[in-house]
C-alpha cells in the first residue's frame, strides 16, 4: 500500500483581501494544489479587510465590476439552522463581502430569523440529522435535488457528513452531468459516530457509509475539506483522491470577542464540560471522575454546559441530567447563551470524547480564554491538546486516567496558568477565525475556477 500524500494545509498571511478573490489573496499555498489555480472571471473583485467582512451585515461596494454584473451564487447545505450560526456564520459573511450571493438550506428551528436579518437567503429544509429512514432520506434528496435546479448555485458548500452525502447525490439528481452543475465543496466536520463507533450497529452501517461518500464526494470535481489529518487518511482509505483533500482545522475563534480570563482560583476547583450532552461526548465519564475524585477529598465540582440533542442516538436525557445535577459536585447548566460565562466560572476545561470529532469549537473557545484543557486523545482533540504544553490527554473511558489528571491541574494553579498562556497563544497563532476564512475563500475559488473550466 502506497503511504497516504502529505495533508493540504494553506497557512496565512496578513489580513487584507486586495483585487478579485485568488487563492494567492489566501496565504501561501506552497506545496498545495490551489497554488496553480486562478481566479474565474466572473468573481466581482473587491477589496476589503478580513476583520470588516466577517462581521460586515451588508457586501462592500463591488470595485471595478460592470454595471449589472451578476453575483457568484454560494449555497450553503448544513443540516441545523444552530449549526450554520454557530460554526458557519463567519465565512459566509466574509463570502457576501467578496462578492457572493449566500443562500442557506437547512431545518429551521430557533435561528431562522437572525439568518434572514443577516441578509442571507433562507430555503427551510423538512430532514432531520438521523432517523430520516430511507423513504425520508429519499425525500430529502429529491427535495435538496429540487432546491438546486430552481436556486442554480454557482458554488455548494455542504456542511457535515450528512449534506456531503444527501446534497452529492442531489446534485447528480439535480444536473446529470450538465456543465451548469455547481461547483462543490465538502466539508468533513468529524467522521462522528459512524466512523468512530465500535457497536455492532455501527460496524454494520460502516460499509455503507463508506460506499456513499464514495458517490456523494468522489466523482464530481471538487475540494474536500477535513479539520484533522486522521479523517484525511481515512477519506484516502476510503476511495477520494488524496490531491483533492485540503485540511482547514476547525471553524475558528473570534479572538477579539473570546480574551483570556483570569483563573478563578477558588478552594472548589470548577471543571466545565461544554457540549452537546452525548455519551459519546464523554459526559458519563466525567461525572464518574468528579465522583471518585469527591470520594477521595479532592474539592473540584463539574459543570455540563449544553443542550441535551434528541436527534442523536446518543443523547443523555433531560431526566438524566436532572438526577445528575441533583448530585452536590455536578450542576447541569442547559444551554448557555455566552460560553465566555463559563469559563469564567471555570478554571479547567475537560472533553472526555469517543466521538469522531473534526476540531471541537468548544475546546477552541476554551484554550482562547486561556483555559487548560482534559481531552482524550483522540483526532481532533489532538489538534487543540499538545500534552504537557496547553493540556493533558488521557486514554478514551479512562476514568481513573481523567479523574488523575483533573486532580495534577487542580492542585497546580501555576501549572493551570501555564497552560492556559500556552493554549491561548496557540489559538493566536493557528485558529483565528481569519486564517479559516481565507483558506476556505481559498477553497472556494480553486472549485469555481474548476467549473469554468468545464463549461
Known amino acids: 500500500m502506497k503511504p497516504a500524500a502529505p495533508v493540504t494545509r494553506m497557512r496565512a498571511k496578513p489580513l487584507f483581501f486586495a483585487g478579485c478573490l485568488r487563492p494567492d489573496c489566501a496565504g501561501d499555498l506552497q506545496a498545495n494544489v490551489l497554488e496553480k489555480r486562478r481566479c474565474p472571471s466572473t468573481l466581482i473583485p473587491v477589496a476589503v479587510a478580513v476583520h470588516d467582512i466577517t462581521t460586515s451585515r451588508s457586501a462592500p461596494p463591488p470595485i471595478g465590476a460592470p454595471q449589472g454584473a451578476r453575483r457568484p451564487k454560494l449555497l450553503f447545505l448544513v443540516t ?33 430569523d437572525r439568518i434572514r436579518k443577516e441578509g442571507f437567503a433562507l430555503r ?29 448555485p454557482d458554488l455548494v458548500h455542504h456542511v457535515a457528513l450528512k449534506p456531503v452525502l444527501f446534497g452529492g447525490i442531489a446534485r447528480r439528481l439535480g444536473f446529470a452531468g450538465s456543465p451548469d452543475a455547481p461547483a462543490v465543496t ?16 455501527a460496524r454494520l452501517r460502516r460499509p455503507a457509509l463508506g460506499i456513499g461518500l ?76 468528579i465522583r471518585l475524585l469527591q470520594s477521595r477529598g479532592v474539592p473540584v ?16 436525557t433531560t431526566d438524566c441530567l436532572s438526577a445528575l445535577a441533583a448530585e452536590p459536585a455536578v450542576d447541569w447548566l442547559g444551554p448557555v447563551a455566552d460560553v465566555r460565562e463559563v469559563w469564567r466560572r471555570a478554571a479547567i476545561a475537560v472533553l472526555p470524547s469517543t466521538y469522531g470529532e473534526g476540531v471541537p469549537k468548544a475546546l477552541l473557545e476554551a484554550a482562547a480564554c486561556a483555559r487548560p484543557i482534559v481531552a482524550t486523545d483522540v483526532p481532533g482533540c489532538r489538534e487543540v491538546v499538545r500534552a504537557g504544553e496547553t493540556g493533558i490527554l488521557v486514554a478514551p473511558r479512562d476514568v481513573e486516567g481523567l479523574a488523575a489528571a483533573i ?14 498562556r500556552a493554549g491561548r497563544a496557540l489559538i493566536e497563532a493557528e485558529f483565528r477565525e481569519d486564517i479559516v476564512v481565507r483558506e476556505t475563500l481559498a477553497v472556494y475559488c480553486a472549485a469555481l475556477q474548476e467549473r469554468a473550466a468545464r463549461r
Open 186 to 201: 465538502d466539508s468533513i466536520m468529524g467522521l462522528g459516530s459512524g466512523f468512530s463507533s465500535t457497536s455492532f450497529a
Open 80 to 112: 441545523e439552522d444552530w449549526y450554520f450560526w454557530s460554526h458557519r456564520l463567519p465565512v459566509a459573511r466574509a463570502a457576501r463581502a467578496v462578492g457572493f450571493a449566500v443562500v442557506v438550506a437547512t431545518r429551521v428551528r430557533a435561528h431562522g
Open 301 to 316: 465540582k463539574l459543570l455540563l454546559a449544553g443542550p441535551t440533542d434528541l436527534d442523536n442516538r446518543g443523547s443523555l
Open 407 to 420: 486532580a495534577a491541574l487542580a492542585a497546580d494553579p501555576a501549572r493551570r496558568s501555564a497552560m492556559g
Open 124 to 152: 427551510p429544509l423538512a430532514w432531520h440529522r438521523r432517523g430520516d429512514g430511507l423513504l425520508g432520506a429519499g425525500r430529502a434528496i429529491a427535495e435538496i435535488a429540487q432546491l438546486y435546479r430552481a436556486e442554480r
Open 214 to 289: 464514495r458517490l456523494a464526494a468522489g466523482r464530481h470535481r471538487g475540494w474536500v475539506v477535513v479539520q484533522n489529518p486522521e479523517d484525511r487518511a481515512a477519506l484516502v482509505r476510503l476511495g477520494i483522491e488524496p490531491e483533492r483533500i485540503t485540511m482547514i482545522r476547525g471553524s475558528g475563534v473570534d479572538l477579539s470577542r473570546f480574551l483570556p480570563i483570569p483563573d478563578p482560583r477558588t478552594a472548589t476547583v470548577t471543571v466545565a464540560l461544554v457540549s452537546r450532552m452525548l455519551r459519546e461526548k464523554g459526559v458519563l465519564d466525567a461525572v464518574a471522575a
